[in-house]
């Protein structure tokens, strides 16, 4: 009996040992994929709190030399002073950003949905051609096209209208590519289904593609939404006047060859990027989802 317990418990306590040590290097890897995890989150973090640290102080107390964790006096009235500000029509620059995001994002994305879809889809001997001739506006620098872009907004007079920030960057080559990309791994068995109910392409589209593909209409509005609300120079020709201005456009407006007024600069940049914010945590989960499943890796 002796002769047959112990090798089993010789044998037993090697592999006791392996397993703690596997648990212990399991816990160690986790503890230091933790403490990376958090270094990164704070070093992500450190941009958004000097920004909020700075639209609550004074241009001494950002420029000064002893710097403070926290102003010791939160100047709450940077936020009354930049919506009162007559110089600079913030709240309007706002409202003109939201306008200007909101439709860019819708437009965008039915006129890239639409034309990857058809690129997709529909049966067209040159479809191939069309699709690289899309590829092709990627390899064109921005640079080149701006001028006629401009002379041809400024023939329709559409410079100082919401035509003129909007129309222009409806279609992207880019989002197309990545809308074909999607619905090319698209179950064509609903698509099947729906035409022997009688439906075409444009009720497939509709009723059938475009409900089954919210994650990824949404992560591409988010992309797109940012876009628009961040662009600069495209607003900055097209918006003269002071109600055609974006806010990156009346961001820019608070430095001046003479004078520059960070608590502005800063509670302005505070308060113009809490709308990107919300929306990235509020589609975050589809944006995830939405780009897991572009189809680009087939």
């Known amino acids: 009996m002796t002769t047959t317990i112990e090798p089993r418990k010789a044998a037993a306590e090697p592999r006791d040992r392996r397993e703690r040590r596997r648990h212990r290097r399991g816990v160690l890897s986790s503890t230091g994929l933790y403490i990376a995890t958090g270094v990164c989150a704070l070093l992500f973090l450190v941009p958004f709190y000097l920004i909020v640290r700075n639209a609550l102080s004074t241009d001494a107390e950002i420029t000064g030399e002893n710097w403070k964790f926290f102003p010791t006096d939160i100047q709450w009235g940077n936020v009354s002073e930049l919506f009162n ?3 600079v029509p913030f709240a309007r620059s706002l409202w003109n950003s939201a ?3 909101v439709l860019h994002t819708v437009g965008t994305l039915l006129v890239c949905s639409l034309a990857g879809y058809g690129l997709a889809r529909i049966p067209y001997k040159h ?3 069309i699709f690289y001739a899309v590829l092709v506006t990627l390899m064109v620098p921005a ?3 701006f001028v006629p872009s401009f002379v041809l907004v400024s023939s329709l007079g559409w410079v100082d209208s919401y035509r003129g ?7 992207s080559g880019f989002t197309c590519f990545l809308f ?3 619905f090319l791994g698209f179950p064509k068995e609903l698509e099947e ?3 022997m109910d009688g439906l075409g392409y444009w009720g497939a589209y509709w009723r059938i593609v475009v409900p089954n593909s919210l994650n990824f209409i949404a992560a591409m509005a988010t992309i797109t939404f940012i876009s628009g609300w961040n662009a600069f120079l495209w607003p900055l020709v097209i918006g003269q006047g002071e109600d055609a201005w974006t806010v990156q456009v009346a961001l820019s407006s608070y430095m001046t060859n003479q004078t520059v007024n960070f608590h502005l600069i800063f509670m302005a940049t505070a308060i113009s990027i809490l709308p990107l914010v919300l929306v990235f945590l509020f589609l975050q989960r589809w944006l995830v989802q ?3 499943q572009t189809g680009i890796k087939g």
């Open 193 to 195: 289904a729906a035409r």
């Open 127 to 129: 479809a191939n051609k």
């Open 85 to 87: 500000d007559e110089t």
């Open 290 to 292: 939405g780009v897991a």
């Open 143 to 145: 640079a080149v096209t």
């Open 180 to 182: 074909r990309q999607y």
């Open 165 to 171: 920030l909007i129309i222009p960057g409806l279609f």
């Open 99 to 101: 306008v200007v995001g």
